[in-house]
């Protein structure tokens, strides 16, 4: 949400009349013919970039305007802080024609900005391989004093992302072994800072100290984003960012004839004994280049798995330790799917950390890609997963509905991983009551991913309980939002009620005896204690003075839509279930 003076300024950029931007166009061109330039050139810059992304509407610069900011995003001599807005505005106008980047002379950091206009164009696959041909010949090249590589790195993640066959496999080998090298064997002494020295002396250099991790113990293997510093080297931010873009890297490219995700069942069993091999090879450094950056990235996220464990002394390098968990659990997956050499390796680390984090919910969110591992490799490594999925269709949609993003991504897991969760885990099914509280909390957020994932828990067993829990959907919101007001009351206003007092607000209510097993049936885990209650009218009732909480509102407008997709799928059921008796009945 936006602050009153930044919604104001939105609203003037968005009705600012014809006339009025014409004179704005014709100052900003003044101000980028002059050779110095001050704060007013900032500003102007600034609401101008304002102007062009305010708007759904792309806005067509006149052409010296545009010819002006391009020379000013090309030339390596603009300061960086009107790079950055050149590029900015560029990004958000009508498609121009930049020079060819092969063409380009300057920095790294000018060569991201004009390949992130260009980029941005759209996906041209003229434009988008000669953006890769440049970034990765600045990549190769040995950069000057100065200069950076990790401003590239983000722009070739672009690339990947829009065009992954710009690159030949000759590129694709090139940048493999170049994060190898980016992962594994960044420095681990600081960077050198400099400090002035005083008043009459001059700046002298630091000498750097070693790298920390998170506790403040001094690190004693390799660099990783868990690694800390003062000030860090070229090699250490490349480590950063290289890390930042592996994900996408292997899924794009790291797949080959050696280590495929979707081998048989005897390459699963061969692959058992080939992790044996690779798990005591004496170097890594005769592997492939896709082969050795499996290889060095599994290592890369075991060592960040090892370093969570270390109590962090700042609360933002805890959290860091939480981010680092996801992503490194979720690169282990990627690797096992393309070669399952690794799966017992991982599933070593993986058990070991689930047990570590099983009992704390302010790890919840690690537990997902936890989940996801052992539903794609929990067969292949014979390792029994039930009381993984039991934990995560129980507690964390009923304990943690209320946590938006952590809602969102827990339905995101149940509908991606749908057809395999109906086939394989038993509790997915019956635990639609708790897969409802995340969608009655955050209704309008989360109902076009229930859209898809309701027909899947529709079946002959489940479809009439089913109906009632959509009927009874804002009761559901009502008595989640009096949970959470119950537990976080003070501890003398939870004392239970005496059964002769009648209620007088829904709250009192939850607390009485008489209703209590109302509440506890609406709050239910898993299906099987019945379709409905006797007493709903009561029910209704009790909680008639929360009727018009803005949550039950919402949640109230968006059930008639999944009562549509009920109906839909229950009466393609019925015509199944129908066709199989009448089939039965017409072989006997």
């Not at 030949?168 to 960077?191: F, H, M, P």
């Not at 969570?308 to 096992?336: G, H, P």
Request: charged share 20%; net charge negative.
């Amino acid at each position: 949400m936006f602050t009153a003076g930044a919604e104001s300024l939105i609203k003037q950029a968005r009705e600012i009349q014809d006339e009025d931007l014409q004179k704005f166009y014709t100052r900003v061109s003044k101000l980028l013919h002059g050779k110095d330039f001050g704060n007013e050139t900032v500003d102007s810059l600034q609401r101008l970039y304002l102007i062009v992304s305010a708007t759904k509407y792309s806005r067509a610069l006149p052409e010296d305007v545009l010819q002006l900011l391009q020379d000013l995003l090309c030339s390596s001599k603009t300061a960086e802080q009107f790079q950055a807005l050149s590029c900015a505005i560029l990004r958000e106008t009508f498609p121009c024609d930049l020079r060819n980047l092969s063409d380009e002379e300057g920095n790294s950091k000018t060569i991201s900005h004009v390949a992130e206009v260009t980029l941005a164009q759209g996906s041209n696959q003229d434009k988008v391989s000669s953006v890769a041909h440049r970034v990765l010949k600045c990549l190769e090249a040995r950069q000057p004093e100065g200069q950076s590589s990790r401003y590239l790195l983000p722009v070739l993640s672009k690339v990947i992302s829009l065009s992954p066959d710009s690159l030949t496999e000759d590129q694709i080998n090139l940048v493999s072994r170049k994060l190898v090298d980016w992962l594994r064997y960044a420095s681990i002494q600081q960077g050198v800072q400099l400090s002035s020295g005083g008043f009459f002396t001059s700046p002298r250099t630091r000498q750097p100290g070693p790298i920390t991790e998170v506790d403040g113990a001094v690190a004693a293997d390799f660099f990783t984003v868990l690694s800390l510093g003062q000030s860090y080297t070229e090699d250490q931010w490349m480590n950063m960012h290289a890390f930042s873009m592996i994900r996408k890297w292997l899924l794009c490219y790291s797949t080959d004839g050696s280590g495929n995700g979707d081998t048989d069942d005897k390459s699963e069993v061969d692959g058992s004994v080939m992790s044996m091999v690779s798990a005591t090879s004496t170097s890594s450094r005769l592997l492939p280049p896709k082969e050795r950056l499996r290889e060095k990235a599994f290592e890369y996220c075991h060592r960040l798995i090892e370093q969570s464990d270390r109590k962090a002394l700042k609360k933002s390098d805890a959290e860091l330790q939480k981010a680092c968990l996801i992503e490194a659990v979720t690169v282990m997956d990627i690797i096992c799917r393309e070669d399952p050499s690794f799966v017992y390796r991982a599933f070593a680390c993986v058990k070991a950390l689930y047990g570590r984090l099983s009992g704390d919910l302010a790890f919840s969110r690690a537990l997902l890609p936890i989940a996801q591992f052992y539903l794609n490799h929990s067969e292949t490594a014979a390792v029994d997963s039930e009381a993984v999925y039991r934990q995560l269709f129980t507690r964390i949609p009923s304990e943690l509905f209320q946590e938006p993003m952590l809602a969102f991504e827990f339905t995101q897991f149940c509908r991606v991983n749908v057809k395999v969760l109906r086939e394989s885990v038993g509790i997915f099914k019956h635990s639609f009551p708790n897969l409802f509280k995340p969608l009655a909390w955050n209704s309008p957020a989360l109902i076009s991913e229930y859209v898809e994932l309701l027909p899947s828990l529709i079946g002959p067993d489940t479809a009439i309980e089913i109906l009632h829990s959509l009927l009874d959907l804002p009761c559901l919101t009502a008595a989640l939002d009096i949970q959470l007001r119950s537990a976080s009351s003070q501890p003398s206003e939870r004392v239970p009620l005496d059964p002769s007092v009648k209620v007088s607000s829904s709250m009192e209510a939850f607390r009485h005896p008489y209703y209590r097993g109302m509440f506890l049936y609406i709050l239910r885990d898993e299906a099987g204690t019945g379709d409905t209650i006797d007493r709903l009218s009561v029910l209704h009732e009790v909680l008639a003075d929360m009727a018009d909480s803005p949550r039950i509102v919402q949640c109230a407008q968006t059930t008639p839509i999944l009562l549509q997709v009920f109906f839909n799928e229950a009466a393609q059921v019925a015509v199944f279930r129908v066709h199989m008796q009448y089939s039965f009945s017409f072989n006997t």
